[in-house]
């Protein structure tokens, strides 16, 4: 392979590494999202693999710069993503898309936004804030409106396969906000289960 060739390459694998986290949090979810994972995991690593013994067997010779460097940072930022990528993702999209989900709280309780979709009466499918999505798995939040008093606006984080997800909650419910505060959990010093704020949660079934 040429230099050129190389190179594209490398900035293939590189940006591979960098897209990563992002990517599987916002698009893959349930048994798709581990296959999409996995394939994806698998052609990422075998190519820096790849790249890697070019760049180990040509030490001296042909290997440029941005290639050592490429296959280096490749290596580095696919590594923490894999094990941190996730976490991290989850928490910069919380703190800087709050505003954003405040304010579709905010159309909700106004009627401004209702479920719209035939195969369930508390899903809405939303045709705004959809790059990334505003919710998981299909940009589709679930509505439950008791009355104009009691509201509750689930944005999905993973929607998981089975009865398993995650979700960021809003509520104003009061017995739903006692269901959710019974169920606070921690697991090795991780919160599964938390509250974000007031009105606020982090949940996972």
Not at 87 to 107: A, F, G, M, P, Q
Not at 116 to 122: A, F, H, L, M
Not at 172 to 181: A, V
Request: glycine share 6%; net charge neutral; proline share 2%.
């Amino acid at each position: 392979m040429t230099k050129s060739g190389y190179n594209i390459l490398t900035s293939f694998v590189l940006t591979m590494a960098v897209i990563q986290a992002p990517l599987i949090y916002y698009y893959t979810f349930g048994m798709s999202g581990l296959v999409i994972t996995g394939l994806f995991g698998f052609i990422g690593f075998a190519l820096t693999m790849w790249l890697l013994s070019g760049v180990l067997n040509n030490a001296n010779s042909q290997v440029t710069k941005f290639q050592k460097w490429g296959v280096i940072l490749t290596i580095a930022i696919g590594s923490t993503s894999l094990f941190l990528g996730e976490s991290v993702t989850e928490k910069l999209d919380w703190r800087l898309r709050r505003n954003s989900r405040e304010k579709i709280v905010e159309l909700v309780k106004a009627c401004k936004l209702k479920p719209n979709e035939n195969y369930n009466n508390s899903i809405c499918s939303l045709d705004n804030w959809n790059f990334p999505p505003i919710s998981n798995g299909g940009n589709e939040i679930v509505i439950y409106k008791v009355d104009s008093n009691r509201t509750t606006v689930e944005f999905f984080i993973n929607r998981g396969f089975l009865d398993h997800y995650s979700a960021f909650i809003y509520t104003d419910d009061p017995e739903e906000i006692k269901d959710l505060e019974e169920h606070m959990t921690y697991e090795k010093e991780t919160q599964l289960n938390k509250k974000l704020d007031k009105n606020w949660y982090r949940v996972s079934y």
